[in-house]
Structure formats: structure tokens, C-alpha cells
């Protein structure tokens, strides 16, 4: 549905390009999974790599699949976002990292452009050690107080204690609560699952919005800003 095609149309076009080798398909209890190869990049070098590519195994698959989710939603929300491998090359999306002996840089997992702010979205699937979270949002404080990311920040995880342990290194980094916003995965891949049944079966009314769906980006700059936003929360 994000992209715009049929199930049968999208299987074919899947099949032509999986024999001709510019994509690999791979499959687990979560379902197939379809990434790009090297020669699959090569093919599209001539459009500047403009590519959206992902793990087919291991965490690698569960990261990939998760950041899925959330480019799905962005993209039927109709809102512009960056991949990670595309922010590679902007500076203006580098988040500094401040380390004791020395200074790193961390891209985010999506970049997202709302109203003319830039808003930066980690999904995260697993503990960081408390040092490097905090050197991670510490960075992005940085980002968001100089106005590189003015819109803010959101985390996207499947694991409460994880958001629990971010939440906590944001409040030791002083990030501003106006601009900071964690969402469970699962919310995330609800919301993505209603938008694609209303498009499938439209009614003048519409279906009814469950109140369990909290907004990922309601309140990250005051609503000016929000990325992955209900409906609800944008009127």
C-alpha cells in the first residue's frame, strides 16, 4: 500500500527483479523480507544511489524490518523522509557524539523533513550501554539546541524497558520534553495496518480510530513538527 501497488502486481515485479539478481528474498516467522543487491545498486548508481537497503538475516532483518514499519507509515502519511544510508552524506543530519577522549558522529535511522524542520527518528531494538545512549542523546540535544534538528526526536522501540532506559537518558541529558517523544513499534505497525484498511475499503465516514493509538510526533515541537503523527493530533 506505501508504494502504490497491487499484491499481484508487486509479487511479479518481485519475481523479475529477484531473477534477474538485483534483489534477494528472504523469509521467517515474521513473514519475506526483499533487499537490494550489489548488483541491484549498481543498476540504480546512475540515480545517485537513491536506494532503501536492508539486512535479510539476523538482528540486522529484525532492525531493518522494525525501520520498515516506520518508513511505511511516513510514506502513507505522505511525509518526505530520508533513509540512513542516504543521510550518510548531509552534514546537516550528523548528530555529534562526545566521548571522554574523543568526538564521533551518529546517523539516525530515518530522517523526516515536517514543515521545514527535520526531525530525527532511532529505532531501537535492543540496551545500548547507559554511557553511549547518553552520549547518543546527548548529541542530538546538541543538534536539536543549535536548530540542525529542530523538530525534535522520537524513538520507536518493541521493548518497554528499553524506551524506560532511553527515557531515563533523556531526562539526564536535559533533552527538552517538547522535543522528545518515544512509540512502541507495536503502535506504530497498528497504525500502519488501519491506514491501509481504510484504503482498501473507504467509506464517507471512515472507519472508527482506536484511542489506544498514541501520535508518535503529537507534541514534538508542539505539533509544528510532528513526523509519524495521527490524524487526531494534526487537526
Known amino acids: 500500500m506505501a508504494l502504490g501497488f497491487g499484491r499481484s502486481a508487486t509479487y511479479s515485479h518481485l519475481?523479475?527483479?529477484?531473477?534477474?539478481?538485483?534483489i534477494a528474498r528472504g523469509y521467517d516467522s515474521d513473514g519475506s523480507v526483499v533487499a537490494i543487491t550489489a548488483s541491484g545498486r549498481r543498476e540504480v548508481g546512475a540515480d545517485k544511489g537513491d536506494v532503501r537497503s536492508?539486512?535479510?538475516?539476523?538482528?540486522?532483518?529484525?532492525?531493518?524490518?522494525?525501520?520498515?514499519?516506520?518508513a511505511a507509515l511516513l510514506t502513507l502519511r505522505g511525509r518526505e523522509w530520508v533513509s540512513d544510508c542516504e543521510l550518510r552524506g548531509l552534514a546537516e543530519w550528523q548528530i555529534p557524539v562526545v566521548w571522554a577522549a574523543s568526538r564521533g558522529r551518529h546517523r539516525p535511522d530515518i530522517g523526516v523533513v515536517m514543515r521545514g524542520s527535520r526531525v530525527a527518528v532511532e529505532v531501537e531494538l535492543s540496551h545500548k550501554?547507559?554511557?553511549?545512549?547518553?552520549?547518543?542523546?546527548?548529541?542530538?540535544?546538541?543538534?536539536?539546541?543549535?536548530?540542525?534538528?529542530?523538530?525534535?526526536?522520537?524513538?520507536v522501540s518493541d521493548r518497554a524497558d528499553v524506551l524506560e532506559a532511553v527515557n531515563r537518558s533523556a531526562r539526564r541529558v536535559a533533552l527538552p520534553e517538547r522535543r522528545f517523544r518515544t512509540r512502541s513499534l507495536v503502535d506504530v505497525q497498528a497504525?500502519?495496518?488501519?491506514?491501509?484498511?481504510?484504503?482498501?475499503?473507504?467509506?464517507?465516514?471512515?472507519?472508527?480510530?482506536?484511542?489506544?493509538?498514541?501520535?508518535?510526533?503529537e507534541a514534538v515541537g508542539s505539533g509544528r513538527a510532528g513526523a509519524l503523527d495521527s490524524e487526531a493530533a494534526e487537526r
Open 191 to 217: 497504525e500502519v495496518r488501519r491506514l491501509t484498511r481504510e484504503r482498501r475499503d473507504p467509506r464517507p465516514d471512515g472507519p472508527e480510530q482506536s484511542t489506544s493509538e498514541a501520535p508518535i510526533g
Open 15 to 22: 519475481a523479475r527483479l529477484a531473477d534477474a539478481g538485483l
Open 54 to 70: 536492508g539486512a535479510t538475516h539476523g538482528s540486522g532483518l529484525r532492525h531493518a524490518r522494525a525501520v520498515s514499519w516506520v
Open 129 to 155: 550501554s547507559p554511557r553511549r545512549l547518553r552520549a547518543i542523546l546527548a548529541g542530538h540535544e546538541e543538534a536539536i539546541a543549535s536548530g540542525r534538528i529542530a523538530g525534535g526526536l522520537i524513538y
